[in-house]
């Protein structure tokens, strides 16, 4: 089976690893990923903040892309490139005036008829049928992972519904436990890492992300695992600081999911890159003879 | 606020709301102050100002304070305001709207650092139709340099900012997660366009 794939920016740049993660572990289901042509940056959240015409025109015009694919789903890894292009699509299909704006500019026209998946969407479907099941070669015992899913996977600014829980999700959590992981429950899974202000107001950040490991050593859970690049690499290579800041004397390795359920289903370290992290991650799962 | 007094001009007020209203698309007006965006806002303790307080000022007229306040610089879009309004209000994006009509207005930011970022991020969507990490942290960091040296923060600034950067930039080129390759679109044209169309729009 064939779905369109938008990786963003990230996934071609600091969390490249995580692409060549998703390519691996979804082949290894049965998904070839079919990335669209000529894809652009979706805005972020810098479009918001500064144009709501571009917040709107950037992700449309990968919707036009993915439109012509022919292809019926798409899955976006990335959080915050999810969130921009779903909301986006809602927008445009409800003021058609506007789709028209942008459509004039556009070679690929956006018909909105695409349905885009977050990573987790799929995986949990793939968890629920037991095919997740059938491709395991090793089950994570031992592993106690805070499932952290941040904030632009279950919330939006405007009215989105979506199939998880917003102030509770599980989805991370049912994936995991089909990987034989035994997830933490934690107050924190939704909470906000501060994403660009770990750049632009750093402090604000690090206090941000001490609460989050503060939690989840409190419960005892030995890794977070999440599925956005942009919590990953906040949480991975500020860890660090926060911990020299706010006297926090462990560090836990951040996995992105596609590396558990690589690891899971019996892909090297190597294959997984998993030796592109800031806090090792290696040395956990050797002591828990996962690898 | 600007006085201890609650002073209420409403044909000065309407302007301000009716604008933020349009803007945001927001009904500011819903609000009846039931505090639950201030309880789950991450950044509330620090900026003073929650999102109940935000949407009172503008419901007062009060506009100097309402573009001038920690809370619309600080704010991470975490959404969590939204989500929990009753009558889903979304403050965030009253922020994004007000950092915009700050910007049209030429007021100095409260936080410098935070305007250029998104400026800056936008700048080389432009130009590469994608955001390639190392360009974009290269041309953030001349903007912050040139205003520290402008406004008198001086050299010591810099080279702290500087510093943590190169700190943060080292240990992600020994993890290979630093991309050095130029990522841009093909049909850039396309992009150029719906840029000029954004200014228009913008405009007009």
């Given at each position: 089976m064939q779905i369109a794939y938008y990786p963003g920016?990230?996934?071609?740049?600091?969390s490249e690893l995580y692409d060549i993660q998703c390519k691996k572990v979804f082949r290894q289901l049965g998904i070839e990923l079919k990335e669209i042509e000529?894809?652009?940056?979706?805005?972020?959240?810098?479009?918001?903040?500064?144009?709501?015409?571009?917040?709107?025109?950037?992700?449309?015009?990968?919707?036009?892309?993915?439109?012509?694919?022919?292809?019926?789903?798409?899955?976006?890894?990335?959080?915050?490139?999810?969130?921009?292009?779903?909301?986006?699509?809602?927008?445009?299909y409800e003021d058609p005036e506007l789709k028209n704006k942008i459509n004039i500019e556009l070679s690929k026209k956006v018909e909105g008829k695409i349905r885009i998946s977050s990573i987790l969407d799929i995986l949990v479907s793939k968890a629920d049928s037991g095919e997740i099941a059938e491709k395991l070669i090793k089950k994570l015992e031992g592993l106690k992972p805070a499932c952290y899913y941040g904030c632009l996977l279950t919330r939006f600014p405007g009215d989105i519904k979506i199939s998880d829980n917003i102030e509770n999700p599980q989805g991370m959590e049912t994936v995991c436990k089909a990987l034989g992981a035994e997830p933490i429950d934690w107050s924190y899974k939704t909470d906000c890492c501060g994403a660009s202000a770990a750049v632009n107001d750093t402090d604000t950040s690090l206090f941000l992300m001490s609460k989050i490991i503060k939690d989840a050593l409190e419960r005892e859970a030995n890794c977070f695992v999440t599925t956005c690049p942009m919590c990953q690499i906040n949480m991975d290579a500020y860890q660090d600081q926060v911990c020299e800041c706010y006297g926090i004397q462990k560090k836990l390795p951040v996995f992105f999911?596609?590396?558990?359920?690589?690891?899971?289903?019996?892909?090297?370290?190597?294959?997984?890159?998993?030796?592109?992290?800031?806090?090792?991650?290696?040395g956990l799962l050797k002591e828990l003879k996962l690898i | 606020m600007s006085s201890s007094v609650l002073q209420f001009e409403?044909?000065?007020?309407?302007?301000?709301?009716?604008?933020?209203?349009?803007r945001s698309g927001q009904n500011l007006l819903a609000c009846y102050q039931c505090r639950r965006c201030a309880a789950g806002c991450p950044v509330g303790d620090e900026t003073g100002v929650t999102p109940d307080r935000l949407?009172?000022?503008?419901?007062?007229g009060e506009r100097e304070e309402a573009l001038n306040?920690?809370?619309?610089?600080?704010?991470?879009?975490?959404?969590t305001c939204g989500t929990r309004c009753p009558n889903n209000i979304q403050t965030a994006r009253i922020n994004e709207t007000l950092k915009q009509i700050s910007k049209e207005a030429h007021i100095e930011p409260l936080l410098p650092k935070v305007s250029a970022f998104h400026d800056v991020f936008l700048r080389l969507t432009s130009h590469f139709g994608r955001v390639n990490e190392l360009v974009f942290i290269g041309?953030?960091?001349?903007?912050?340099?040139k205003r520290e040296l402008k406004h008198g923060g001086g050299w010591k600034a810099v080279a702290d900012e500087m510093k943590n950067h190169a700190k943060l930039g080292i240990s992600m080129m020994k993890k290979k997660r630093m991309h050095f390759q130029l990522n841009r679109v093909k049909r850039l044209s396309e992009i150029k366009r719906l840029f000029k169309k954004a200014k228009d729009e913008a405009g007009g």
């Open positions: 920016c990230s996934l071609h740049a600091s000529d894809w652009n940056c979706c805005g972020a959240t810098s479009a918001s903040k500064t144009d709501d015409f571009l917040s709107v025109a950037l992700p449309a015009r990968n919707l036009g892309i993915a439109d012509a694919s022919g292809l019926s789903e798409m899955l976006i890894p990335c959080s915050s490139c999810y969130n921009r292009t779903l909301v986006t699509q809602k927008i445009l999911i596609t590396e558990l359920l690589g690891i899971a289903m019996g892909f090297t370290p190597q294959g997984m890159q998993l030796d592109r992290h800031f806090v090792d991650s290696l | 409403p044909e000065l007020s309407q302007p301000l709301i009716q604008e933020v209203m349009s949407i009172r000022m503008i419901i007062l306040n920690l809370l619309v610089w600080k704010c991470v879009a975490c959404y041309l953030y960091e001349m903007r912050n340099a």
